[in-house]
T-cell receptor
Framework: GVTQSPTHLIKTRGQQVTLRCSSQ?????VSWYQQALGQGPQFIFQ???????GRGNFPPRFSGLQFPNDSSELNVNALELDDSALYLC??????????????FGPGTRLTVT | AQKVTQAQTEISVVEKEDVTLDCVYE???????LFWYKQPPSGELVFLIR??????QNEISGRYSWNFQKSTSSFNFTITASQVVDSAVYFC?????????FGTGTRLLVSP
């Protein structure tokens, strides 16, 4: 399945953070979502073949990387209190062949103080 | 822009009751997919079903059933004979460009 690390993280406002995700075997598309407390997940961006393939309404301080081994990272610079949320990674099959089910990891809960 | 509305914030039922979770969506796309996900307290979103816009057949999977009505832009989810293990937050989602658009979720509490 999809794995994410770390499980929990506490950071201070202004710091930078890197969250990691390992996709399900055979999946080459990864999407990241932010889920604030009591809300539905919000799309941050998607990576396909190591390039950004779509982005939601998030500022440039949210950036990502996808590696050849289908692992990926979400980086957030200059953390703000509102960045406190559950960050979910989802992997899916080749996005070019259509929209496939996205399989989600357990998430990383980020707290910014 | 796509939008998903789950008007029921929280539903409480007693075990063995049937419960229906409502989902209304908006999209201008002619081809789209609708999903339901379950999010237990652990946080992981568990995929339940995908339905494409051309298939309005209702689907049943065990105690779960889904009613897709394109005319009313609704994709409702019914749990028959609910169990305590069904307690979770349930999200309806719609495909947008390269992403899923989620509703705000319905928290289902099933008490013994």
């Amino acid at each position: 399945g999809v794995t994410q690390s770390p499980t929990h993280l506490i950071k201070t406002r202004g710091q930078q953070v890197t969250l990691r995700c390992s996709s399900q075997s055979g999946h080459n598309t990864v999407s990241w979502y932010q889920q604030a407390l009591g809300q539905g997940p919000q799309f941050i961006f998607q990576y396909y073949r190591e390039e950004e393939n779509g982005r939601g309404n998030f500022p440039p301080r949210f950036s990502g990387l996808q590696f050849p081994n289908d692992s990926s990272e979400l980086n957030v610079n200059a953390l703000e209190l509102d960045d406190s949320a559950l960050y979910l990674c989802a992997s899916s099959l080749d996005v070019e062949t259509g929209f496939h089910e996205q399989y989600f990891g357990p998430g990383t809960r980020l707290t910014v103080t | 822009a796509q939008k998903v509305t789950q008007a029921q914030t929280e539903i409480s039922v007693v075990e063995k009751e049937d419960v229906t979770l409502d989902c209304v969506y908006e999209t201008r796309d002619t081809t789209y997919y609708l999903f339901w996900y379950k999010q237990p307290p652990s946080g992981e979103l568990v995929f339940l079903i995908r339905r494409n816009s051309f298939d309005e057949q209702n689907e049943i999977s065990g105690r779960y059933s889904w009613n897709f009505q394109k005319s009313t832009s609704s994709f409702n989810f019914t749990i028959t004979a609910s169990q305590v293990v069904d307690s979770a937050v349930y999200f309806c989602a719609l495909t947008g460009f390269q992403k899923l658009v989620f509703g705000t979720g319905t928290r289902l509490l099933v008490s013994p």
